[in-house]
């Protein structure tokens, strides 16, 4: 780890409320940061604490000891949200106000209340065109489109504000195969063309290494291991990380982009 | 023609109960199994009001200003609590808030009626104070569960939608507006319809008792115009009260949604 990390969380352990009402500890002093420029997937079993760790970076969620850094400042000096401007986060199933694409794809600015932005300009343009999200569908109800067009409109919305990390949590787990591998390509080029820090939280081993610089597993609210693609999905150093790839459906693993 | 109300004697009370038990035997005859409730409902009817008016009757003689404010202090406690017992799930700090809200939503309103509009001498003559608050306390209290229950609805429905606008870097208050107008809507409605059908679809109470009691319909007209005017302004402000302090029950301090 570098100091250099634009997004980093240092030692943080967090717990959730369960059913029985006692809370549940889901990390447990959990390094992880991501750098400009960086696509680092998070993988690991339901429950290994995923979600909550990415949470943790954009503030819906507060560790309960540890901190989140943000070019080494911690986010806590920022307001809330001003952060998650900043670091949007791009949830598992589409949400989409009503109204057109345009509407939806303008919504940051007009939730922070700042200006519109000019969806004809050339920089505006390539950015959504990097989503994949097409100028033909601007007057069209969003939430009339299909779910893997909506999951690119969410995406650009995100991208449409004074957007420095990526945070995304399972996008493509209920795209199909062609659609999650294309916004897989989306990611790639917006962490390489606009120098984004982007997390993906993934169950797809596949999709993970298909465009990740770099995997960490997480098993039980710890990183077991970290590394580039290769090495964690083929050449596992732990049992945990050996035990868990098994888990995994075949056609997930050994296949490359 | 009489410009004094005629006394009910005791028989003639006893001649109207008997209507309770013909209800009584109409539901028994129809199998509803509801004799029971009509006569416990009846009853408790009867000692209660009955409480009600020995109490009114000392308070008028009394003139004093401490035992009329002791009886609205009474109401409103009546009021959250009630509104405690019909709302299902209880917002964060749920008493505190709603005990506010109805506090100077409810005061408010009727103080300004007596004092700014009627003028009344002295300010907290009973005949007048009591009767009008207890009007506007229960409408407000309608109104304040139906806002409060459709504001939790609200944060339920639409958790995903909030979610997604703090993300992208609104504020709490922007993102709880949907949810916020559409409980105020909800509350409301009541008082709105109210209005609407006043005079053609019944005759409301107060003017009913007012002209009962040898008022000249006009006046009695005047005062259901103007009591419908405080009751909505009371509900909205009470409502609007009870949303600007809820809402942020639903947040956390670092204007997250509260997990549930």
Known sequence: MSLTELLLAKDVTASRPSETGLPVRVLQKTTLGVNAGELLAVVGPSGSGKSTLLRLYNRLLEPESGQILLSGRNIKSFSPPVLRARIPL??????????????NLQASARLRRAALPDLQAEEIKGLIERCQVSPSWFDRDARKLSIGQQ?????ARAMLGPCEALLLDEPTSALDRPTADQMANSFRQLADNMGLAIILVTHDLRLAERCADRIALLLDGAVVEEGPASQILHNPQTAGARQFLMSEPIEHRGATA | MSTTIIDLSLWDLMTVYSLLLMSIGLAHLLKAGQGR??????????????????VLHLV????????VLLILAVMIGFAVQTIGARVQVKMPRFYRVVGTAILFGCGGMTFFFCLVVIGLKPWYDPRYLIPLAGMVIGNSMTGASLAVERLNAEFRERREEIETTLCLGSTVQ??????????FRAALIPSVN?????GLVFLPGMMTGQILSGTEPLIAVKY?????CVITGSVALTTFLILRLGYRSYFTS???LRED
């Open chain 2, 60 to 67: 008028f003689s009394l003139q004093s200003a401490l035992p």
């Open chain 2, 174 to 183: 922007l993102a709880a507006e949907p949810a916020v107008s559409s409980a």
């Open chain 1, 151 to 155: 999951q690119r409109i969410c995406l």
């Open chain 2, 254 to 256: 670092y204007q997250s």
């Open chain 2, 224 to 228: 259901q115009i103007a009591i419908m």
């Open chain 2, 37 to 54: 409730d009509i006569f416990w409902s009846g009853l408790r009817m009867f000692v209660q009001l009955l409480l009600v008016g020995y």
């Open chain 1, 90 to 103: 791009v949830a598992q199933k589409p949400y989409l106000f009503h109204g057109t694409v345009k509407d």
């Open chain 2, 194 to 198: 109210a209005m609407a059908a006043m």
